[in-house]
Structure formats: C-alpha cells, structure tokens
C-alpha cells in the first residue's frame, strides 16, 4: 500500500498538513503522482517549510506549481552559523511572494548544535525580530531548548504569533506558549510508544490552538514507522489525538483546519 492509499474512511474529510518538506529529495522519484493524489485523499492544504536559503527557490517553485501549497521561509537553527550579511533582506524578499505565509522554521537545536548556541540565540531573535515587523507568523523549532527558547519568546512576546512545530515540552510549557500567542503542533510523535509528554499536551491544549503537521519525509506515525512519511498520514495523527481527548478524530481534523487557516490567513 502506497502512503496516498491511505484512510480510505476519511475520504470525504479535509485536513491541513501545517509543516512538510515537500521539497525533499527523498520526494524526487514520485513527487508529481504522490502531489496529484494528495488532495484526492483529503489534503486541503500543505504548508511546505524552506529550512535554508538555499531552498528557498524549491519550495517558492511548488507553491506556484500546486494551488493548495503554500510557503514558509526562514534560516533554521542547524544553519545558524552559516548565514551571509543580508540574509535578513533575502528572507523578506522570499515573503513578498502572496503565497508565503509564515518565517520558519527558525529557533534553537540543542540536540546537534551544529551552530554555536550563542549564535543560534542571536539568529533566532533577529528572525523574530523581523517576522515582527513583517506581521507574519513564525514556524518554531526548539529541541532540547526550552529554557532559552521561553526566555527569547517573552522578550519578544508583543505581537507574537505563530506555532511550536514538533512539540516536544510539557504541558505546562504548552499552557506558557498559547498564553504568548502561539499555537502547538503535533505529528507523528505522538503515535509512539515514549509519548506520554506531547500527548499529554496535546490532551490539554485549548482545541482552538492545536495543529496537525507530518514534517514528512520524517516522523513517520505508527504503525509506518520508518518508511518515508507524506500528508496522507495526518488520520493517524489525528486519530491518536483524537483518542486522548475524548472525541472524534473527524471533528478534530475540521477544528485543526480551521485553526490552520486562521493562524496562516487562508
């Protein structure tokens, strides 16, 4: 069964995959079948993330090849230390397009540290900084980070708005990030055996504030762990959550939607 194939009993439900790498080369074999079949299976709208600036063009190129794509643009913490003078500059210019919808995904890994950490702090502030004067939302990826990471958003809380991609935080740090303005997003994670810390987010979040998101070709939910995720695989993740909060996975991918659409302006 190929991935698209998938969730036969949600056909008729439409979903919102707010964080994939589309753009990925692991996509480079089938990419046109799999982005033909994708809104056949449900997909209302994906937003595919550009992680570097030398990404920028593919995803900027797929947003205007497919109606339902949209872009999010922005230099991540893994690349921190690489950045050119200017590199502020070509970030706005990537979200002059109109299909460009948020700065992301920026933030702090702490995991890799492939970026001196001092770095990667000033590089994160001055990308806030930026989405801040544009009035966009911001994509965060924070990784084994959380101290440091609460402590920039609060210093940059006055008009901050965007979501915490692949939550990882307790729910306590959960409840401090929709009080800031943020929405949280959840994948696949949730679906494995050593979740209980984002499900138990994910079970106490406001529903208004809960994304879904696969960040394929990576995080690929149970039980297809370890083949190449895509967005067909959003009802696993919203069956999962669905599950802990006591409600129906279909309701759920509606409220998520929603709230996509809300936070991105679609």
């Known amino acids: 069964m190929t ?44 937003l595919d993330v550009a992680c570097a600036l030398q990404d920028f063009p593919k995803t900027h190129a797929l947003t205007q090849a497919y109606s339902w794509v949209f872009g999010a643009y922005g230099v991540h913490p893994h690349y921190a230390g690489e950045v050119p003078t200017g590199y502020l500059d070509m970030i706005q210019e990537a979200l002059d397009d109109p299909k460009a919808k948020a700065l992301g995904e920026i933030g702090l890994d702490y ?11 000033r590089i994160f502030a001055e990308q806030l900084e930026l989405a801040q004067s544009l009035d966009i939302p911001v994509v965060l990826h924070i990784r084994e980070a959380f101290g440091d990471c609460m402590e920039i958003l609060r210093a940059h809380k006055n008009g901050l708005c965007g979501v915490m991609h692949c939550f990882s935080g307790s729910a306590e740090i959960a409840a401090e990030c ?19 810390k984002p499900l ?58 929603d709230n996509g659409k809300r936070l991105f302006r679609l």
């Open 111 to 121: 995991h890799y540290d492939f970026a001196p950490r001092a770095v990667q702090c």
């Open 3 to 46: 991935p698209y194939q998938l969730g036969r009993s949600f056909a008729d439900m439409m979903y919102f995959d707010t964080h994939a790498h589309l753009t990925d080369e692991r996509f480079d074999a089938d990419r046109a079948a799999l982005m033909e079949a994708l809104p056949k299976r449900g997909l209302a709208f994906a």
């Open 178 to 196: 929709v009080e800031l303005g943020l929405y949280i997003a959840f994948g696949g994670a949730v679906t494995f055996k050593n979740a209980r």
């Open 200 to 257: 138990e987010a994910a079970t106490y979040i406001p529903l208004e504030r809960l994304l879904l998101e696969t960040d394929c070709p990576y995080m690929t939910p149970v039980p297809h762990r370890g083949e190449r995720n895509d967005p067909s695989y959003i009802p696993l993740i919203a069956q999962k959550i669905a599950q802990t909060r006591n409600m129906e996975a279909e309701a759920l991918m509606q409220a998520t939607l």
